[in-house]
């Protein structure tokens, strides 16, 4: 037919449900990870996904609706990709796995992260990433647990220092999300430096050298 085009003559494919579903959430993702869940709006999720807000509503029934699950879904991904690499049973190379495994999400999986740390930064203590946060390190207490009591040390103590060791890996992971340098592999080698040298030289009954 003269004067149509390739593009006007081709037919519009349509999606399935499910397809449309996982659009508007990568849509949803990528404007909440660009401009925060109060910024962003469902009539630019719409426009995005080019379609009309009705069928966001249909398929979320809302801004927060679409929130709540891409959030999920970061959490879920962030924590099963911890979990399955805490595999073996050498304490340092638990240590090296789980911490590269972070910064792995963080560099494939960046706004899902941003998403994560824009809710509820490392230094709270409340929100939906200090959760996951406490679900990693309950993970990471079981193994110095282990590693404790092999030690003599006070087992009960585990949890603790899992705290620490995880806010460490996570504060220096929310600082690497922006500077990018050096390689995750590098930084990850210095995380564990300075953990696994610092648990390798600890003492069972630390004091403080203040006033001494």
Known sequence: MLGVTDSEARPRVRMTGKERREQLL???????AEKG?????????AARAGVSKPVVYEHFG?????YAVVVDRAMRSL???????????????LVEQATLALLTYIEEETDGFRILVRDSPVATSTGTFSSLLNDIASQVEYVL????????????LA??????????VALTGQ???????????EV?????????????????????????
């Open 37 to 45: 869940f109060e910024v962003t709006s469902i009539e630019e999720v």
């Open 26 to 32: 990568d849509v949803g993702r990528a404007l909440f």
């Open 79 to 93: 924590l099963d990709a911890v979990i399955s690499a805490l595999t073996g049973n050498n304490p340092r190379a």
């Open 62 to 66: 809302g801004k927060e609706g679409l």
């Open 145 to 156: 647990r282990q590693e404790f009591s092999a030690r003599h040390f006070n087992a009960d």
């Open 188 to 212: 990850a080698a210095h995380l564990v430096n300075l953990g696994w040298n610092g648990l390798r030289g600890l003492v069972a009954e630390p004091t403080l050298e203040l006033g001494s």
């Open 175 to 185: 600082w690497w999300l922006e500077v990018r340098q050096p390689s995750r592999e």
């Open 159 to 168: 949890g603790m220092y899992s705290q620490m060791l995880v806010g460490m």
